[in-house]
């Protein structure tokens, strides 16, 4: 049976922030980044580089800025009298909610320009920690105060140890002295910080907040309190994996593939794998030859012999000789193969195309689809992945997040630091230098959506992100909102359509 694998995730990013442009970029005609702040698209929070307003008291001051606009913005109706008006939650009153739930509806509310005005509403709840808090624990409009959550016996108070996800860290204090913010996860090891959904002065925030809170602001006030309706989420099931993962055991002694929710071993031993939409493919431990998989456990064909490298496009096996003098493409039968290119150092393939880098100044050029014939791209780069839509890569400082923009070399930055990339179908994911977070790019430059925590390696089909977790114990998939776990320990994973 498969078992459920929790990989520590965080729903929002923060640490592929928008960084400095490294003096050696990509391409020559770099496209800046577009002045003024992120704006996260639905179901996502947009990258920004603002800092904590550290000290700003949830029910301190409204904010200067205001949006007229913003759905958060107070019509006539929604002044004190909709606040008097609104009904005392009593423990009896407050629903029960899911863990998962009270994040999600926390997140629902961070990058939409809410104002912070205490005596204004947005869906019946006040504009402020409190009214934040209350909506994203569903109680009663328009919210509890930071000293009536306990008095009204909806929370009790925990021990750090035992904070959870959708817990609180509350300064009881009354009026414009207290404050309250929504745990989501431990940021660091030695749980010095913390991840935390608040609503402050300056508005909605996801961000890494200091334990217990931000120096300057009291933090010796803040204890941890829980939602005493806050219930554990429902097990996972697993996603059904329909032949588009593949993975080497631990002891390289079998390869399998996973339908639904099992996996079949389909081969025997072999050194490596490549998988993509021209199939599944694999490499004798013995002499190094290639062989692809006939689509029936245990039916393989001998194609080619030993390659420095391989790459899979979506119609195309491609490869580096031994000596990595040219590049080949495999006819599509028996062992024929076409020199398409002469020396390269590595080869990166999708449906966008097939790249490769020069041996002698790192730059990338595209095939053209026709022997001989490919075109300088960009320039020398940390990494490189390819998937259905674009070619993305990382500066040689792995300061930044490319994408080239499919004309000539023009790049255009679409992330900050990352310490790797992987692509395939329409999605690409980048891994933090620091911690190896993984973050989903959202389509948007610099629009970045974290989904898990580290991983040994990542590997991502039309339909699913897969993961091998750290210690390679255990083979993952994103459900969209978390990790399941489909399957056991593996030496390496490759996604195929």
């Known amino acids: ?49 603002e800092f904590p307003d550290e000290g700003s008291p949830g029910q301190g001051e409204p904010a200067d800025r205001v949006f007229e606009d913003s759905p958060g913005t107070a019509s006539p109706e929604e002044g004190p009298s909709a606040l008097a008006a609104a009904p005392a939650t009593s423990a009896a009153a407050a629903p029960a909610i899911t863990r998962g739930r009270v994040i999600e509806r926390a997140r629902s509310r961070v990058g939409r320009g809410l104002a912070y005005n205490q005596s204004g509403t947005h869906d019946g709840y006040r504009r402020d920690c409190l009214g934040y808090v ?16 306990a008095a009204r016996g909806v929370t009790r108070q925990i021990t750090k140890d035992e904070l959870r996800l959708g817990d609180a860290l509350n300064n009881d204090n009354s009026g414009s002295s207290g404050h309250i913010v929504l745990f989501e996860g431990w940021a660091d090891a030695g749980r010095a910080s913390y991840w935390g959904y608040e609503f402050s002065g300056s508005g909605v925030h996801h961000r890494r907040i200091p334990y217990p809170y931000f120096a300057g ?32 055991t631990p002891d390289k002694s079998a390869v399998v593939v996973w339908n639904g929710g099992s996996r079949t071993a389909v081969g025997g031993p072999a050194a490596a794998l490549y998988a993509g939409g021209a199939g599944l493919f694999a490499t004798n431990p013995g002499d190094g030859g290639i062989h692809k998989y006939n689509g029936t456990p245990g039916s393989w064909t001998r194609i080619g012999d030993a390659g420095a490298a391989f790459a899979v496009s979506d119609r195309h096996l491609f ?25 390269a150092t590595a080869l990166y393939a999708g449906a966008a195309g097939l790249f490769a880098t020069n041996p002698a100044d790192g730059g990338v050029h ?33 300061g930044a997040v490319m994408r080239w923009t499919g004309s000539g070399e023009r790049w255009e930055q679409v992330g900050g630091p990352a310490a790797d990339l992987y ?13 190896g977070d993984v973050f ?34 255990a083979v993952t998939v994103w459900t969209g909102s978390g990790w399941n776990g489909i399957g056991s320990a593996a030496d390496r994973i490759v996604a195929g359509r």
């Not at 009291?218 to 993975?247: K, Q, T």
């Not at 990595?324 to 599509?332: E, H, P």
């Not at 053209?368 to 990382?394: C, I, K, M």
Request: no cysteine.
């Open 423 to 435: 692509a395939g179908g329409t999605t690409m994911v980048a891994i933090a230098p620091n911690g």
């Open 319 to 343: 490869a580096l000789t031994p000596n990595r003098a040219a590049v080949m493409q495999w006819s599509g039968s028996g062992t024929g193969w076409t020199k398409i290119g002469d020396a």
């Open 134 to 149: 209350s909506m994203a624990w569903g109680l009663a409009r328009a919210g509890l105060t930071t000293d009536t959550f």
């Open 1 to 49: 049976m498969a078992r459920a694998v929790r990989i520590r995730r965080s729903l929002s990013v923060r640490l592929l922030l928008t960084g400095a442009l490294s003096a050696a970029l990509l391409g020559y005609g770099v496209q800046p980044a577009t002045a003024g702040p992120a704006r996260a698209t639905a179901g996502t929070t947009a990258v920004t580089a």
């Open 217 to 248: 602001s009291n933090p010796g006030a803040y204890r941890p309190i829980r939602n005493r309706h806050v219930v554990d989420d429902a097990p996972s099931v697993p996603v059904p994996v329909d032949g588009d993962l593949y993975a080497l």
């Open 366 to 398: 595209r095939y053209n689809g026709t022997p001989g014939s490919w075109t300088r791209v960009g320039n020398a780069g940390a990494a490189f992945a390819v998937n259905d839509d674009a070619l993305y890569g990382l500066t040689p400082n792995r």
């Open 440 to 473: 989903r790019f959202d389509g948007t430059a610099h629009s970045w959506t974290q989904i898990g925590g580290p991983g040994a390696s990542f590997a991502l089909s039309r339909t699913h992100v897969h993961g091998l977790t750290p210690d390679r114990s």
